[in-house]
């Protein structure tokens, strides 16, 4: 009786050094996350500080290149001039759809909705996949990994590894 007493107080004292532990890993991972957050606005402040004048140089000299381009090709066909340094001129540029003033793109909740509202469900697409959590369910793994359907089909070239127990350890 006195020995089972020890090693259950061994055991528990075991399980304070392990949920102890895993506290620490939490923590350094909140500090990890933090200094990445932190470094990342470090980043990007160097970024806009870095391209501030090279873009003010690029925004001006637009500005300046825009209407002599446009001039040239006044009254033609074509929509750009080659200079020896490069090429300028005008292209179109795509339409940018937005709803509610949020940009949208085709996996936008918004959008769905506003095409089921209109009955333009053609335009929807339905993505098929497996009930993995209720297949699951239904499956059984026999010796040698086959993995049998509960009607007792063998699933074919599907294999599984059996259930095992695992240890864990968790604070109170």
Do not use: C
Not at 35 to 53: G, H, T
Not at 97 to 103: A, D, M, P, V
Not at 143 to 163: C, H, K
């Amino acid at each position: 009786m006195q020995d089972t007493a020890q090693k259950l107080v061994f055991a528990d004292e075991l399980v304070e050094i392990i949920t102890q532990a895993q506290q620490d890993i939490k923590i350094a991972e909140e500090l990890a996350k933090l200094k990445k957050e932190a470094f990342a606005a470090k980043i990007d402040k160097w970024l806009a500080e870095s391209i501030a004048e090279p873009q003010r140089i690029i925004d001006e000299n637009t500005a300046m290149l825009q209407p002599i381009i446009q001039k040239q090709l006044e009254g033609k066909s074509k929509k750009s001039i080659k200079l020896p340094s490069g090429t300028a001129g005008f292209k179109k540029s795509p339409a940018k759809f937005t709803i509610g003033g949020e940009k949208i793109d085709g996996k936008s909740e918004q959008l769905l909705e506003l095409v089921k509202a209109h009955n333009l469900n053609e335009y929807v697409i339905t993505k098929e996949y497996v009930d993995w959590v209720g297949l699951k369910k239904i499956l059984n793994v026999v010796s040698d990994g086959l993995v049998v359907s509960d009607d007792g089909e063998v699933l074919q070239n599907m294999e599984a590894e059996p259930e095992t127990d695992v240890f864990y350890v968790k604070a109170n």
